[in-house]
Nanobody, 124 residues
Framework: VQLQASGGGLVQAEGSLRLSCTVSGLDFSRNVMGWFRQAPGKEREFVASISWNGGSTDYADSVKGRFTIFRDNSKNTVYLQMNNLKSEDTALYSC??????????????????WGKGTQVTVSS
């Protein structure tokens, strides 16, 4: 199983980035997908989650209204569109896949598959 995240980079505050995570080795359409992030010296935190068919989504309060998660099951890819970025969004962003039966995931506990992450740095 591989989760390959891409799209990170250096961006100025109020700018935008789109992250992608392409999955192989599992039945993507049967997996809940999530994005998590970890800043230096901080705990990993939930960012966004999307159900297997894209019908349900969930966001951390800190990103609600600025970030959008969506998926294309025909491409085995989940995306995170990030707008109006802030310096506090700077972190390593990782995608996760879970087929444990949950509709959405907020907790990293029990998630089965993780990607290596892509770095997002927002300069103020």
């Amino acid at each position: 199983v591989q989760l390959q995240a891409s799209g990170g980079g250096l961006v100025q505050a109020e700018g935008s980035l789109r992250l992608s995570c392409t999955v192989s080795g599992l039945d993507f359409s049967r997996n809940v997908m999530g994005w998590f992030r970890q800043a230096p010296g901080k705990e990993r935190e939930f960012v966004a989650s999307i159900s297997w068919n894209g019908g349900s989504t969930d966001y951390a309060d800190s990103v609600k209204g600025r970030f959008t998660i969506f998926r294309d099951n025909s491409k085995n890819t989940v995306y995170l569109q990030m707008n109006n970025l802030k310096s506090e969004d700077t972190a390593l962003y990782s995608c996760a896949a879970d087929s444990g039966g949950r509709l959405l995931v907020r907790s990293a506990n029990g998630i089965q598959h993780w990607g290596k992450g892509t770095q997002v740095t927002v300069s103020s």
